[in-house]
């Protein structure tokens, strides 16, 4: 979570990870924090873990949008592919990094490091994904919800 401090009658352009939010114009004395929303914490984290999953070559980042959809347990899925058992693991652990490091969130729980065919990562709005390539087809998580607006990322070459 970010909080930002403004005081002492001066403009400040505010911005979020380089999206400008507005400019604010203070009284002398006062103190205004400004806050993310729950959705605006959540999409940022959806970025910082797409980097983590672009860091370790994870493929085929298809991001859903959970948050319209009444009842779900989530805002957002992301899921991913890696081609080996090792390098699910890599992408995991990278995707844990990214978070920690530029958010600092950490999941709430890790499940599949086992065997790493299917982890998922559990960020409280935020569940992460990560497949081989078999168990990804056939569990079909990016269909489970047909209301949901899906956004592929595109893989890094």
Not at 73 to 102: D, H, L, M, R, W
Not at 112 to 132: I, S, T
């Amino acid at each position: 979570m970010h909080l930002y401090l403004f005081y002492k009658k001066k403009k400040y352009l505010c911005s979020v990870n380089n999206r400008a939010l507005g400019n604010i114009t203070y009284s002398p004395m006062s103190i205004i924090v400004f806050r993310l929303t729950k959705m605006e914490q959540a999409r940022q984290l959806v970025e910082a873990i797409t980097k983590g999953i672009q860091e370790k070559k994870g493929s085929n980042i298809v991001i859903a949008d959970l948050s319209a959809i009444e009842g779900s347990i989530c805002k957002f899925f992301v899921i991913c592919q890696g081609n080996s058992p090792a390098q699910v693991e890599a992408v995991t652990e990278s995707v844990g990094e990214f978070a920690s490091k530029e958010l600092g969130e950490k999941p709430s729980a890790v499940a599949g490091l086992e065997n790493a065919q299917w982890v998922a990562m559990d960020y409280g709005d935020v569940l992460v994904h990560v497949f081989l390539p078999d168990m990804r087809e056939f569990y079909d998580l990016e269909h489970l919800w047909a209301d949901a607006p899906l956004t592929r990322i595109p893989d890094l070459d």
